[in-house]
Structure formats: C-alpha cells, structure tokens
C-alpha cells in the first residue's frame, strides 16, 4: 500500500526525530547510552574493568575522610606466621614489608595535630619484659594518637599498670585481653571517653580460624585531627 503525501511526511518525521533522539543519547548521554557505532549494530559497550572495580581512597577504604581527618587501615597478625600492618594517610608505618614487626605488640605513636609519625616500637609480651612497655607508655605527651596491632600472643605478659596505661588511652577490651587474642585498637593520651576504634577476637578452640589462633582483624576509619593548641 502506498502511502499519501501528508502520511508519508508524518512517517519521515518520526524516523528523523527517534533518529536524532539516539544519536543526542550516544554522544550526551549517561551510563546507559549507545555509542554512535552501536546505533546501527543493536549491542551496547561493556564497562572497563577499571570502571567496575570501586574506588579506594587512603589506606584502601571504600570513601574519603572529611577535612582534618586521618585516613588509617590496621591488621592484626595471622597466627605466628604472617606480621601485621598499621597504615596511616596511605603511609605504610608498621609491616613485615619494612622489617619493624615483632611478636606481641606492635604500636606507632602519632602526633594527633601534624599526623607526624613519632615512634614505632614492638613489645614481646610472651618472653619479654613488661617494664620496657611501662616505660613506653607512662610519659606520652597528651593528644599522642596510639596505633595497636597484636602478633602472636599479645597479653601474657601484661600486667594491671599496662592495662590501666591501654584504659586510659581508651581500650575498654584490654581489661579481658588474653593468651593469643587478636586486637586492635587506636586510642589517644588525654581521650575522656572510651575509643571508637578497637577490636578484640578472643581464642577459642572452637571458633579458631587457625590452629591455636583465632582470625586477623582488620579495621579502618577516619580520626578526627586535633586543633593545635598555639592560636
């Protein structure tokens, strides 16, 4: 059947505008648009891999950190095999990488206004002596960050004054902390309340992921700055 002048003029104008309407889809469109080539082949480009795999910021986590913010990552050791690993703003600070792991705990001391890294140490709390972890801890200048990550066995050697040093920098976990409990936890000299950032897994032979030991934890977040105290 043929068409008449007015009907065709209507069919033509259609074509043209579906048309131009793919063709605006193609070249300004979102996610879901055609490309040009596509248009005319029916079949849609496949995202890359690296636009389906999801952003990482600092340290690995899955957003950014406000302003003024500290971006960290920590991982307790696995067993008696694989060390742990403190990152702050993307710097590795602790980890069998830079050979400054060691069984028991492992702690890095941070300035809490700069995010300066001021010491890192490890403390052997099976065979060592508690009176070098006493030491360690007694004199922190207050607003001193403390970023723990246990090894091994991180509580045998531990005694009331250095849980009280743990509770005072805010650890509420430490009180029950025991032989071969994973933990990890960010506290800060001068805190006045219990800290957001800790984690505890407690040894049990019937939920140990590893013989004798039970699983790496792992935590990470954002730690607000603090204001300096000159102005």
């Not at 602790?94 to 050979?99: A, D, E, G, L, Q």
């Amino acid at each position: 059947m043929r068409l008449t002048g007015p009907l065709r003029g209507v069919v033509v104008l259609l074509l043209l505008v579906g048309f131009t309407w793919l063709l605006a889809s193609a070249l300004f469109g979102g996610e879901s648009s055609l490309s040009v080539r596509n248009i005319f082949t029916g079949t849609r480009e496949e995202p890359t891999q690296s636009e389906m795999r999801p952003r990482k910021y600092k340290c690995g986590l899955s957003a950014p950190c406000p302003p003024k913010h500290l971006a960290f990552r920590l991982v307790s050791g696995s067993a008696n095999v694989i060390g742990p690993k403190i990152c702050l703003e993307d710097k590795m600070l602790v980890s069998s990488v830079k050979n400054n792991v060691g069984r028991g705990l492992n702690i890095a001391l941070v300035n809490g206004v700069t995010g300066e890294l001021l010491e890192t140490r490890t403390f052997d709390m099976w065979a060592g002596d508690v009176s070098h972890l006493l030491k360690f801890l007694r004199p922190l200048h207050e607003g001193t960050l403390v970023f723990v990550a246990s090894f091994d066995d991180a509580a045998t050697k531990l005694n009331d004054e250095s849980r009280r040093l743990f509770e005072e920098l805010g650890s509420t976990a430490v009180k029950e902390l025991a032989f071969r409990d994973s933990w990890v936890f960010v506290g800060a000299k001068g805190i006045e309340n219990k800290s957001p950032f800790e984690q505890r897994m407690k040894n049990s032979k019937s939920s140990n992921k590893y013989e004798g030991w039970p699983e790496s934890l792992e935590m990470d977040g954002c730690i607000p700055m603090r204001p300096s105290l000159q102005g």
